[in-house]
């Protein structure tokens, strides 16, 4: 295994988070990075570290008597896999309210429904949320897209020695996800079906989402599959796209579009293991869109709430719209090298009343389409797009 990368934006975001607040907790996929980014932190912060694993025994004994422990401890206190100590959580509202107090606790932990209830409802106001996903472009150079698009941004996927390794890496995570990180999340849901939903929802990356079309098939109740979903989502498997309801006079759709959040998973599902096997595969459009849609959320800053696609009935739709404010940015993604302007681009640009609307695409350069409408390389979307204010 290669040398971990070092991802400084996200040092700093979080060490300026723990400036502010007594509590951050960083929130992801299970082997995204937590801990590493964490030992990140950790090497850069003056004052002591204490560090407990709760995966590990000698860690849980160790907080049997969470306030006992941890009021000894000062300066920065990491605790990772919280989630397998919810109640800690009535601990450190304590602890963080007495007086003079300088702790500051750095908690890890994967997405749970319960762990982010006990967090907004013990320590509101107290704390704050980092979510943590995978490499991005940015981080490994635009020299390795490919491998970023086809390996995904899982940590120990995209730095494997060989193509093999990394094939062998996300399976084993697929089957570790299903059958012990789930049923630790409360929910019971049996693994080789899960399996099959997820493969499922492989093939419906970028699609338009369809509970009643996905339960005939998968010969369950809609409410199910919804369930199914939403256990993805909230685990960071499962990108779910709210459309955007403008006030016009149009019948717009309004299920999300799904996505996989990372491609070397998807890739996992749908059976694909090279760049030559995905670019003859007919996903190999869908799994572009959501590669390039993740760099361009992550570029922008785009928090819960900011992001929607947009599509009318009468065929009209955009991939992408972004509103924070009185700001409306639209996107679309075409893997083509010569993108060219759309009716449907023009009316987006016209109903939703964009300030500007960019065509990523898969060519080299950046260049005027029309008024408001460029072509942007997606190789140059950390320079060319800015990020949100």
């Known amino acids: 295994m290669a040398q971990p990368i070092i991802r ?125 996903h995978g490499f991005r472009l940015d981080e490994v150079g635009v020299d390795r897209l490919p491998r970023l698009w086809v390996r995904g941004g899982f940590p120990r996927s995209f730095l494997a020695r060989t193509e093999v390794e990394s094939g062998r890496w996300r399976e084993e995570f697929i089957r570790t996800f299903l059958e012990r990180d789930i049923p630790q999340f409360g929910l019971r849901i049996p693994a080789p079906a899960l399996r099959r939903f997820w493969s499922m929802i492989a093939h419906y990356h970028a699609q338009t989402w369809n509970s009643s079309e996905l339960a005939r098939a998968f010969g369950v109740a809609h409410t199910t599959v919804q369930r199914y979903l939403d256990v993805l989502t909230e685990t960071f498997m499962v990108r779910q796209l709210p459309p955007w309801h403008a006030n016009l006079a149009k019948r717009q759709v309004r299920s999300p579009k799904v996505y996989l959040r990372d491609t070397g998973l998807l890739h996992a599902l749908l059976g694909v293991h090279t760049v030559r096997e995905l670019e003859g595969h007919p996903k190999v459009g869908a799994s572009w ?51 060219s302007v759309t009716p449907s681009m023009r009316t987006a640009l016209v109903d939703l009343n964009l300030q500007r609307l960019d065509v990523i695409h898969g060519g080299r350069e950046t260049y005027q389409l029309a008024p408001r409408i460029r072509a942007v390389p997606l190789d140059q979307v950390a320079r060319e797009i800015g990020v949100l204010r």
């Open 8 to 132: 400084p934006n996200h040092v700093a975001r979080i060490t300026a988070l723990l400036r502010q607040f007594p509590v951050v907790a960083v929130l992801g996929a299970r082997q995204v990075g937590k801990t590493t980014l964490a030992r990140q932190v950790v090497a850069s912060w003056q004052r002591g570290v204490a560090f407990f694993d709760l995966e590990s025994t000698e860690d849980l004994a160790r907080l049997a008597d969470p306030l006992l422990t941890l009021r000894r401890e000062r300066g920065l206190v990491v605790i990772d896999e919280v989630q397998r100590l919810p109640h800690l959580f009535q601990t450190l509202r304590v602890l963080v309210d007495e007086p003079g107090t300088r702790r500051r606790f750095l908690l890890l932990g994967s997405a749970a429904p319960a762990l982010l209830r006990q967090g907004a409802e013990t320590l509101a106001g107290r704390i704050a949320y980092h979510e943590l």
């Open 289 to 339: 869109e959501g590669f390039a849609l993740g760099i361009v959320l992550e570029r922008l800053g785009v928090r819960s709430g900011e992001a929607y696609f947009w599509a009318t009935h009468a065929g009209a739709e955009l991939d992408l719209l972004v509103v924070r404010g009185r700001t409306r940015l639209g996107f679309e993604f075409k893997r083509t090298s010569a993108p």
